[in-house]
């Protein structure tokens, strides 16, 4: 068994240094547990990452959790998954004060770009390195390839890529390649579907009780967000801006694009921006104390719901991978998750290195293209040392997101 102060030094490391997106995300997970600490297989790692992608919610906060799981049990995933998300959570509140007081961040903003031209590297390196282990047929990297062109290409919706992946894994799952181990013994998910549910309901249905109207509203809206982001927070961010910006009128636009930059460069998961849209609306419907209830309700429902998923499914995916039809859609569910995590790591990378993109429209295709007179000098420079130091000084990506960050900083102050 993995002793407590392991896993909180582990995870605590993930969560602090979990910068850039769910592609980021997932690189550094990788390295630390599969890579470094050899806490996980490749096997069990991408097993994991594909049946996350399945899910409602952020996929990455969920394979921190089911790590966790993995691990020490429901404890672990305790840990984990509070660990990658408190962090953040907390650096959001502080900025989103900062933010209804002043305005905005300009020196948060000048480490954390920093940081993301750090982080690039870190997804790239990743990337290939998830790539050569997820391709167990010739056919993988062709179904990764075609994955990558649907929804960088034809924006074709996440979930419809993995339903396509997984039926063609079902129907061409060859014998020759599965599993022979005896499946695990079967398991009852009713004890975490009603701990987890009731914890989910009990503070809506407490706040309906107390006629907070404004919360209650809040929390229905962000449990409805919880149960149809499927493929991540890019996949609901347009939705979710329309809903609170247009039909709600809970924020501004403009509030809601720096709130998404914060949420981007900022620690912990990208769906954090829902934290900070309820802080902003808790603010004005009713000023600071107002603001951090509404911030903490939106995180309740926003996250208690990826714990009732992981501890609910978790202990059902070795069996998967047992099962001869099953294991084949998730190995091709897998590859076609590589495909998506490049098109996340080209969007990141573009947002970073270049000040405006647009999109090409050649008949169904739209292709994010890039002003390349746009392109930042220093994203670039910066990223450029980030590869040297880290892959011919061998420094830590602790010290190396250190450096990118006061690297950042003294540009800004210097600028």
Known sequence: MIPTAELFSAFGRIGLMSFGGPAAQISLMHKVLVDEKKWLTEEQFLNALSFCMMLPGPEAMQLAT??????????????????????????????????????????????FLGVKAVVVVIVIDALLRIAGKAFTRPAHRV???????????????????????????????????????????????????????????????????????????????FSKLAVVTFGGAYAVLAYMTQEVVVSKGWIETEAMIDGLGLAETTPGPLILVTEFVGFLAGFAAGGLWMAIAAAIVTLWVTFIPCFLWIFAGAPFIDQLTHAPRFSGALKAITAAVVGVIANLSLWFAAHVFFGRLSEVQIGPARILTPDFASLQPLPAILAIGAALLMFNLKLSLEKTLIAGGLAGLAFGIWA
Do not use: C, M, Q
């Open 66 to 111: 089911y790590s966790g799981w993995r691990l020490r049990g429901t404890f672990g995933g305790l840990i984990a998954g509070l660990l990658f998300v408190v962090p953040g959570a907390l650096v959001i509140a502080v900025l989103a004060g900062v933010y209804v007081t002043y305005g905005s961040v300009p020196v948060v903003a000048s480490v």
């Open 143 to 221: 179904l990764a390839v075609l994955s990558f062109l649907a929804i960088f290409v034809f924006h074709i919706p996440f979930p419809l890529i993995v339903l396509t992946a997984g039926l063609w894994g079902w129907v061409t799952a060859a014998s020759s390649n599965l599993p022979t181990e005896t499946a695990p013994a079967r398991v009852s998910v009713t004890k975490p579907v009603l701990i987890w549910g009731s914890l989910w309901a009990a503070p809506i249905l407490g706040l309906w009780a107390a006629g907070a109207a404004f919360l209650t509203d809040l929390a229905l809206f």
